[in-house]
């Protein structure tokens, strides 16, 4: 087989310019390539930044170039001018209430349920001072927490040091429940469920937890504040080995003290054992 030999190709000029047609009379031949060494290379780039105008001592590349990165920045800030602008949360003081020293904003009923803060004692009073009763107004500061005071209630006017518990108790030392009102400034009174030798059970509202519990008030007598240390006792051990909540064991949520009365929290269920035998 007989190889193909390249074809010759002439150059003409038309003006200042080569073409390179071959003996066919095509021209889409390309020219041979010079072999590139770095002479050549050098020697382009030096031709290429003689060939650019001095302005003021800078050449013209340069001076295009700090403009478009100066036409870059601009542009990048107009971008984040156009952004919304970032707010940090404001800070929180010990006591819940909000570090900034505004006072938080109530739904009107003396509670923070749309906020989710307490109330400190002094805030309290200048919100609700003409709602409390005296003796409220010394007891207040002994909680460091706020989350209701029981504006609309009909309270008793407690005296200090006064008979039957300054007058919150009844004869048997039983607390005399009043709906609507506060028990330990955090949970509101709703109704009685229920009665007994120990004291009393009522349906009430945490306001700090937004959720009903059943609220049990011991009688304020010093054998049933034994029984009822001992009962705390073996409900926080019930408590801690039933940790899964997987027992069928009803669980004690808080325990306090509240006017001479020793007070528990529990879940609220639908009905007390007695009245389920009694079924």
Partial sequence: TSQRKPMPVSKRSTGGDAIYVDRNGNTDALPPLKPSTKGNVKAHDSTVSSALPIVGGVQVQQLFEEETNQQNKNKIANEMHGLPAVHRPASVSGNGSPASGRRPSTNGSGSLKARGLPMSPETAMKQFMHKLTSFEHHEIFNYPEIWFVGP????????????????????????????????????????????????????????????????????????????????????????????????????????FTFRGHVCMTFELLSMNLYELIKK
Wanted: proline share 1%.
């Fill in 152 to 255: 609309n209630a009909k309270k008793r006017q407690g005296v200090v040091g006064g008979a039957n518990n300054g007058g919150y108790d009844d004869d048997q030392g039983s607390y005399i429940q009043v709906p609507h009102d506060h028990i330990a400034y955090r949970y509101e009174v709703v109704k009685i469920i229920g009665k007994g030798s120990f004291g009393q059970v009522v349906k009430a509202y945490d306001h700090k937890t937004q959720t009903n519990v059943a609220l049990k008030m011991v009688r304020n007598e010093k054998r049933f504040h034994r029984q009822a240390q001992e009962e705390i006792r073996i409900l926080e051990h019930l408590r801690k080995q039933d940790k899964e909540n997987v027992h069928n064991i009803i669980h004690m949520l808080e325990h």
